[in-house]
């Protein structure tokens, strides 16, 4: 039993060696491609952007939708899109956009629906690769929560370094999540000319709501105000059939926003989208589908603008 004990102990000690140095060894070749590091260019977009402005908020149900040429045609506004994983979570992106929010900006936030169950507001995997990848000195203004969530990432990230294909790999094969397919308003575009791809849809959504993601929200939308903008809530593009599987949970979140005193621009069924405009996702439109869902949320901020 001892020689067991011994045994696990120097597993144990050697498991958290690697993820020590890990730690310490430089981001990889790999992961210095990462959409992750989108998030620089979008920050020097909302500090340099010249008013009247568009801020759209989300993940890649706004990153991978979104035509803002539109905007600049229909509107006459100045988009910024900053969406780029939903898995860096609500906090984080409205935490870093207030620093650069001016008075007029009209924001919009388009969140997928699971940001209101669990944890998934805080962040996972990709909220640990900005932080340990592209912005280290942001740690010390995270909450508790997305430092546990981080936490819980770390022995991945870690040892992830250690992985030949981190180093040996085919830029052209990482396709539409590189730092370099977004164009000058933010958008992932890369994907515009691409043919779509097989996936499975969504399953239900988790039975009980986080409450607090909505106090946090609306902590967001006053934090907003104050700073002489207004913040409106839209509802993300979604494939039909994960949107009927879902369809129990995306009410749940529907009915607990409308208790709040935000400002919606549409409902989750007018972005209900068919199959045939689906690129690699559920929450994913080929080109076709991102000028169909962009106009429907042009139409829907010009009635509220009225």
């Known amino acids: 039993m001892k020689k067991v004990t011994q045994r696990l102990s120097f597993f144990v000690s050697i498991v958290f060696l690697l993820i020590g140095i890990g730690l310490l060894l430089p981001t990889t070749p ?45 509107l006459e506004l100045n988009p910024i899109n900053t969406g780029i994983t939903a898995n860096i979570g609500f906090v984080y992106m409205f935490d870093n956009t207030l620093k650069y929010i001016r008075p007029g900006d009209i924001v919009v936030a388009s969140l997928e629906y699971d940001h209101f169950y669990g944890q998934a507001a805080y962040g996972g995997s990709d909220l640990a690769r900005i932080i340990l990848d592209v912005a280290p000195k942001e740690f010390f203004g995270l909450r508790r929560q997305q430092i546990y969530n981080i936490l819980l990432e770390m022995p991945y990230y870690s040892l992830s370094k250690f992985k030949p294909n981190e180093y040996f790999f085919r830029r052209d094969s990482l396709e539409i999540y590189d730092r370099e397919a977004f164009n000058r308003y933010g958008d992932n575009s890369k994907h515009w000319n691409r043919q779509p791809k097989n996936f499975e849809p969504r399953g239900p959504l988790p039975s009980k709501l986080n409450r607090f993601s909505f106090e946090l929200l609306r902590e967001f939308k006053l934090a907003i105000e104050r700073k002489g903008a207004n913040l409106y809530i839209t509802f993300p593009a979604l494939q039909a059939k994960s949107f009927e599987n879902q369809k129990a949970g995306i009410k749940a979140v529907e009915n607990e926003l409308r208790k709040y005193d935000f400002v919606f621009l549409g409902s989750p069924e007018r972005y209900i989208m068919p199959d045939s405009l689906m690129f690699d996702s559920p929450y994913h439109l080929i080109k076709t589908g991102v000028d169909l869902r962009t106009n429907l949320l042009v139409e829907d901020l010009k009635m509220a603008l009225k």
Request: glycine content about 4%.
């Open 30 to 74: 790999r992961a210095s491609t990462s959409y992750v590091f989108e998030k620089l260019e979008m920050d020097e977009l909302l500090k340099n952007t010249e008013s009247p402005r568009i801020i759209l908020i989300g993940g890649s149900n706004i990153s991978l939708t979104i035509n803002s040429q539109i905007f600049v045609d229909s």
